[in-house]
């Protein structure tokens, strides 16, 4: 063989080498970042449990609480069968009481708002017991409404 085919020969030589170990240096980086990715996974996994266990909670105590239930009734009847539906869930006096209060209202409202002539004054009653159960709900305290109030909770008590 000639010289200039061995240089060509150890140039080739030499540039396998120099491959060989960029690749290999290419393959540690990478193995170095996968671990890296890895461990920072695990970290993002292990937050994110303790996140939605700390949601559950959250949740469960917002559910559990009668109050949120008892306000949440008083919003239109979407609000009044999300709050039957919570409580179903989770049984509590004080959102039963005031699903109870509610539904009474609503009941009213719908058999005297046809009657010609009162409809007006019973809306306008009706929105000043609506306000007063509110405030009451508010502030924790059971109050039956005025007028039928006593009634409701006799007469829808399986709720």
């Not at 290999?24 to 937050?47: L, M, P, T, V």
């Not at 009941?107 to 002539?117: A, D, F, N, Y």
């Amino acid at each position: 063989m000639s010289d200039s085919t061995n240089d060509l020969s150890d140039d080739l030589n030499a540039m396998l080498d120099d491959a060989k170990d960029n690749a290999r240096k290419a393959g540690d980086k990478i193995s170095q970042k996968a671990q890296e990715f890895s461990k920072d996974a695990k970290d993002f996994s292990r937050d994110a449990k303790k996140a939605a266990e700390d949601f559950s909670h959250e949740a469960e105590e917002v559910f559990s609480d009668g109050k949120n239930v008892a306000i949440i009734a008083h919003i239109t009847i979407i609000g009044w069968i999300i709050a039957f539906i919570m409580n179903g869930k989770n049984k509590t006096e004080f959102g039963a009481f005031y699903i109870r209060q509610m539904l009474g209202l609503g009941l009213v409202g719908l058999i005297l708002g046809w009657i010609p002539g009162i409809n007006l004054l019973v809306g306008l009653v009706l929105i000043i017991a609506w306000l007063m159960s509110l405030m009451s709900a508010l502030s924790g305290e059971m109050k039956p409404t005025f007028l039928f109030g006593k009634q409701f909770q006799e007469w829808f008590k399986s709720l």
